[in-house]
């Protein structure tokens, strides 16, 4: 089984280690109303309240495990349309090379994780950190390839930001709106059978010319949820 995306959309060049036994999830977890305007999701972070606790894989009252992460989910709007920023990672990197992710990387030691995230948005990509208005967090995920645990925040800029990308972390940034994410074809689940552990969940969006997978699917796939409606819970450990 090796899932190539919608037809019409080539295949992003990320290697993904697909192990055998891995099976589909059918079916997609939203009908959600297009277009998406930034307004809504403001009103859907606003309703949801404040972020349900970590992946299952975290102590109880303890933080996930690994070495702590913050990300930035920036989002603006244009032509009425809610997008989200995101990055190719440099090839250049040791790890995750060439893959799709959001703005941000490791905490300093100490350091808020909110303000990690700022900080990482303006070094990898030159945002601006006084122009976020944070909405909300998501709940934290831990990962069990790079044994991170991850603090996503979803923030609104005023507009289209003039970004530049680090070379040495970025190779490309790019914008998508959250209505392609949402549109039949693009979104599918996997179970993967991890040794000792059962299956895990992995997430994919498969745009055209990149496949975005393993933790920044799964924040997106949260950040849908929260949009569509849902509450701000966990999601099962992944990837």
């Given amino acids: 089984m090796t899932p190539t995306g919608p037809a019409g959309r080539r295949p992003g060049r990320q290697v993904i280690p697909r192990p055998h036994g891995a099976r589909s999830v059918e079916g997609v977890p939203w009908d959600l109303a297009v277009p998406v305007g930034l307004e809504r999701v403001r009103a859907a972070f606003a309703a949801a309240g404040p972020p349900g606790p970590p992946d299952p894989a975290v102590p109880e009252g303890g933080a996930p495990p690994g070495l702590p992460a913050a990300v930035l989910v920036a989002l603006f709007e244009e032509g009425g349309e809610a997008r989200v920023i995101l990055t190719r990672r440099s090839s250049n990197l040791r790890s995750h090379t060439g893959e799709v992710a959001f703005p941000g990387g490791r905490l300093e030691p100490a350091e808020d994780p909110l303000a990690g ?35 996503p925040f979803v923030a609104a800029l005023p507009g289209r930001p003039d970004l530049r990308p680090n070379p040495a972390e970025v190779e490309r940034i790019f914008d998508v709106t959250l209505a392609e994410l949402a549109s039949p074809g693009v979104y599918h689940e996997e179970r993967w059978p991890v040794p000792g552990m059962g299956e895990r969940s992995v997430h994919f969006f498969h745009l055209d010319g990149d496949t975005v997978w393993g933790a920044t699917a799964r924040i997106l796939r949260h950040l849908l949820d929260v949009v569509a409606g849902g509450p701000l819970g966990r999601m099962a450990e992944g990837i």
């Fill in 117 to 151: 995230a700022l900080r990482e948005a303006s070094e990898e990509v030159g945002l601006d950190p006084a122009s976020a208005d944070v909405l909300g967090e998501l709940p934290p995920l831990s990962t069990l390839s790079s044994r991170s645990s991850i603090s």
